[in-house]
């Protein structure tokens, strides 16, 4: 069972490019989130989807933008990259079927943004 | 509002020693709260939650946390530590409000000396 899968892993882009990072889930879920890592500040919430066709803002959604078309992907996309996006994105998923279902994460995408 | 405040940024211990993660929480609800761990390039696994059940919680890889309403308090404790155990520990409380309803703590790096 893949869980959370992230693509790419690395990246780096140049100021004012734009890209998409894919995340796909295969457990059915129907909640999943956009997180970003700084260091030392814990992780804050981009965007997230209870289900498809169906996005809401989290806590710091400026410069980027989400779909959900299906149940499985969850793609974020940036456009005019800015130093300021230099960070870990992490995409997650739960079932809310479950009380207080945990997060299932994938393994990161790590941007640099120059 | 709700917010979570790990009281160490760093904790080093001797394996084979007991090792303390220190959590404090505020909340206007009865809060449900988690610990996840993330090891180097990987995303974050859930450790254990509290959802208003025992108010001592058990964990994958030994480790327990205790509930104390009256301290506003969730630390992690694990009684012996191995080398595996290196690794950055998030403390998360939850409203229960709905998918955006999470707050982390900044984390805690614990380092494992030889």
Known sequence: NAG??????FRILKIGQSM???????????????????PGMGLKLIYYSVGAGITDKGEVPNGYNVSRSTT?????????AAPSQTSVYFCASSNPGQFYSPLHFGNGTRLTVT | AQSVTQLDSHVSV????????????SSSYSPSLFWYVQHPNKGLQLLLKYTSAATLVKGINGFEAEFKKSETSFHLTKPSAHMSDAAEYFCVVSDGGGADGLTFGKGTHLIIQP
């Open chain 1, 4 to 9: 959370v899968t992230q693509t790419p892993k």
């Open chain 1, 20 to 38: 998409t990072l894919q995340c796909t889930q295969d457990m059915n879920h129907n909640y999943m989130y956009w997180y970003r890592q700084d």
């Open chain 1, 72 to 80: 499985e992907d969850f793609p974020l996309r940036l456009e005019l």
């Open chain 2, 14 to 25: 001797s394996e084979g020693t007991p090792v303390l993660l220190r959590c404090n929480y």
